[in-house]
């Protein structure tokens, strides 16, 4: 069964950076879109950024100008560079990975990145 593992979570000050990365253990065919989510305690799932096998990115507002996402669709794999951390910020943070070809979503098992103020 295919997983998405995430790596690059931790503990930063506000100001500082870190850099989330993501790769499928095995190949996913048909990635049309990579992206991450956050969702801090009490608060639903947000997509932070995403970005499409055409190289479109999109930001959640509360991110744009901070944090950056890029990625290799055909290898799977997928970075979140996050700067000028905020507390904020502070979340579990899961990579997803939409294949049309499989018809469906995979998610990763969530990193946690929290941010000291």
């Known amino acids: 069964q295919v997983q998405l593992v995430e790596s690059g979570g931790g503990l930063a000050q506000a100001g500082g950076s870190l850099t989330l990365s993501c790769a499928a253990s095995?190949?996913?065919?048909?990635?049309?879109?990579m992206g991450w989510f956050r969702q801090a305690p009490g608060n639903q799932r947000e997509l932070v950024a995403s970005?499409?096998?055409?190289?479109?990115?999109q930001y959640a507002d509360s991110v744009k100008g901070r944090f950056t996402i890029s990625g290799d669709i055909p290898k799977n794999t997928v970075y979140l560079q996050m700067n000028s951390l905020k507390s904020e910020d502070t979340a579990v943070y899961y990579c997803?990975?939409?294949?049309?070809?499989?018809?469906?979503?995979?998610w990763g098992q969530g990193t946690q990145v929290t941010v000291s103020s």
């Open positions: 095995e190949s996913i065919f048909g990635v049309h879109y």
């Open positions: 997803n990975v939409y294949s049309w070809r499989a018809g469906r979503d995979y």
């Open positions: 970005i499409t096998s055409g190289g479109t990115t």
